[in-house]
Nanobody, 114 residues
C-alpha cells in the first residue's frame, strides 16, 4: 500500500488548507486513517483520526478548526484545516491501517505565516 499526501503549502494565519491522502496498491478499504504532524525538533503528534465506521478523534489543539473525512470508497482521507495558526506549521503525515499492517506517507509541508 502506498499513501501519497498533497495539498500542503504556505498560507497566512487565519487561512485554510485542505490536505488529501490517497491510498493505492490495495483493493480493500482501510480500517483506520490518521493525520500526524511533526515540527522541526519535535515529536510526531496525532492530529486527527477516523475509523472505518467514520468515528473521528481530534487533538485538543485542532478541535473545532480541523475536520477529517473520507471518500465513499474509503481510499482517500482529507484534512480540512481552517483558522490556521503559526503553531500549526509542521510536516503533515498520513497513516493508514489495513488489518494489522500500518503504512505511512512521505508527508506534506504546511507553513502558516503570522
Amino acid at each position: 500500500v502506498q499513501l501519497v499526501e498533497s495539498g500542503g503549502g504556505l498560507v497566512q494565519a487565519g487561512g485554510s488548507l485542505r490536505l488529501s491522502c490517497a491510498a493505492s496498491g490495495t483493493a480493500f478499504s482501510f480500517n483506520g486513517m490518521a493525520w500526524y504532524r511533526q515540527a522541526p525538533g519535535k515529536q510526531r503528534d496525532l492530529v486527527a483520526s477516523i475509523s472505518d465506521s467514520d468515528t473521528t478523534n481530534y487533538s485538543d489543539s485542532v478541535k473545532g478548526r480541523f475536520t477529517i473525512s473520507t471518500d465513499n470508497a474509503k481510499n482517500t482521507v482529507y484534512l480540512q484545516m481552517n483558522s490556521l495558526k503559526p503553531e500549526d506549521t509542521a510536516r503533515y503525515y498520513c497513516k493508514g491501517r489495513w488489518g494489522v499492517r500500518v503504512y505511512w506517507g512521505q508527508g506534506t509541508q504546511v507553513t502558516v505565516s503570522s
